[in-house]
RNA sequence: GGGGAUGUAGCUCAGUUGGUUAGAGCGCCGCCCUGUCAAGGCGGAGGUCGCGAGUUCGAGUCUCGUCAUUCCCGCCA
């Protein structure tokens, strides 16, 4: 971490210290000055003791000279890694042979004429000096130490000024934060919440907001025209590594806009919060229907920066005698491909990807190698007449050598999903993915509704109050006024036009499956509400946690987040969720079938 | 709910077809050392091989179970 630099203003003087360990730069050789800090490395010569001071601007090396201050040395001596030190000295300049040139420091150092030792440490469990892998689950426990390493504090550092951007640049276009309620009503919708027992009120339970959806667009009927608010959001689902139970939303919301208005605010704002990140791009985004997301990428989140794109090969095949090619296609299905391009791919590899996109829930993978004759090497080609073959070639733009991978199934969607997930593990794979370039996109004219067929009925592919775009008597074909704005393969956010009549908003819960009493208990309020002219609204969420670990080009969610989760929801630092007392569960009116839960 | 991977010294890891006393680097402790900056030299301590069963003459190694971490599927309007 010896490169990292942060320039700070100059600190009020007092007890402790009136300069930053690398505010050092700034001051005259010659100058007594006092640092405080961290001892993060020390090189005991015996006669000569040099230790490397570390606050949050950096590193500066103290010198102890026996003959200098003989007490500041014995008391140096005794330092060990990660002891809290006050130290106070004279900067001199280096000679030429001795200038350290990997810390902005180096030409200097503090000549110590005093040291407070304020705090001893016990051995860390691992190394703060040093960069090297740890597990996350050690570092989790210990984040304190952990962010004294240096790689999450820089994340936190960008993750502060993007806030920061984000409210300078609202503000500017006249957006009010407001803060809404974290205890707020179950609405069972989307996500399971996490719930909060109510003591007062026997019975009752609180939940924590998935998002703030429904207090905006009540905002928005209450006449502030402009909203928005950093947010944190819960959702009691399994995590990933892009997931935490809990994160952090931009949402905003404006009265009296289109979709037009929502999307230039949002470009305004990341164009400024990407620039914060050393990122430039222009205004405005590209644009790209969803049906044509699905159909060239597989995924309405397309990653644009490398191509594999999909093909339909439905009339390739039209004809063809290949069973399984010809039930799919008869049955409405369709078969697709990707070409791969020239990879060496084994038998052993090849099968690995047909398990992989079998757990996509495709039926299996086809594959196929181009030959010099213009034939496939495949197992399915003795199944393909010449002109099916010549055909699908040519329809993938395929060369001699290149390998095509197929899926055929019943549903659009799946075929389409499962070589999505296949298009980005290839890309992964052989490393297609240019290093420091972003793609954004708008993902737009979405549907509505899709039909889920464990239910039986129709869902929101959004949620049940963007406004619909088409005829609401025709659900399979009623369009949403939703967009999603996507980086690099990443939902980065999603909003709407929303609902704002009473009418449309009942026929919308209608097409659900959800009644009227339904939706009086559930959503009442804002059913109401719509009642006394609520202006046509719209807004958008960005999740923040997301952003910036792009922006960062973190791994991990984890890793721009101080105190983040584990893979089951646990606080490895905290012990979170841990058991209480009995009397506290009596206190909330409820019984827990669990065995106790100590720790 | 399902599948994969990982678990050996404080940390990061190695450990062959099951075979004597489980190793390395870093860290830690002690001594030496006045220009290092991943300081150096010499010496030393440190292990419930995640946990529990089983197979075997013998298990870090094989089997089953379990726990933890992690990645993915389902889930996440």
Redo the contacts with the bound molecule.
Sequence with gaps: M?DRHEVLGQPRKNAYRDTWATGAIEQPIGKEIQVSGWAH?R??????V?I?LRDRSGII?I?F???VAAAAHEAAGTL??EDVISVKGKLIK??E????L??PT?HL?LQASEIEILARSE?P???VD?D???????R?KHRYLDLRRGTITPNLKLRHRVTQTIRRVLDEHDFLEVETPNLTRPTP????DYLVPSRVKPGGWYALP??P?LYKQLLMVGGLERYFQIARCF?D???????QPEFTQLDLEMSFVEEEDVIAITEAVLKEVLADAGIFVETPFQRMCYDEAMGRFGKDAPDLRYGLEIQNLDEVFAASEFKVFNSVLTGGGTVRAINAGKRELSRADLDELTEFVK???AGGLVWAFVEEDGGWRSPIAKFLSAEEIAAATAAMGAEVGDVILAVADAKKNTAA?ALG?LRERLARQFDLIPFGEHRLVWIVKFPMLEFDD?AQAW???????TAPDGDLNDPANLGSRAYDIVMDGWEIGGGSIRINTVEVQEKILDIIGIDRAEAEERFGFLLEALKYGAPPHGGLAIGLDRLVTLLAGAE?I?DVIAFPK???G?D?LTGAPAGVDEQQIRDLHIVSTAPRTDD
Aim: aromatic share 4%; net charge negative; charged share 30%.
């Design positions: 010896n490395r090189r005991d010569h015996g006669g000569l040099f490397d090396q010198v000279h026996p003959d060990r890694a280096r000679d042979a001795v200038v350290n990997a810390i180096g150092e051995t469990p691992f190394q040093e090297g892998h740890v597990d996350e689950a050690l989790l919708e989307g996500a399971r998935q998002s959806q959702r689902e399994d995590l990933r590594a892009d997931r757990g996509h829930g999903g997930a464990d869902t929101p592919l959004h949620h049940p109050f991990s984890r584990s893979a089951t646990a490895p």
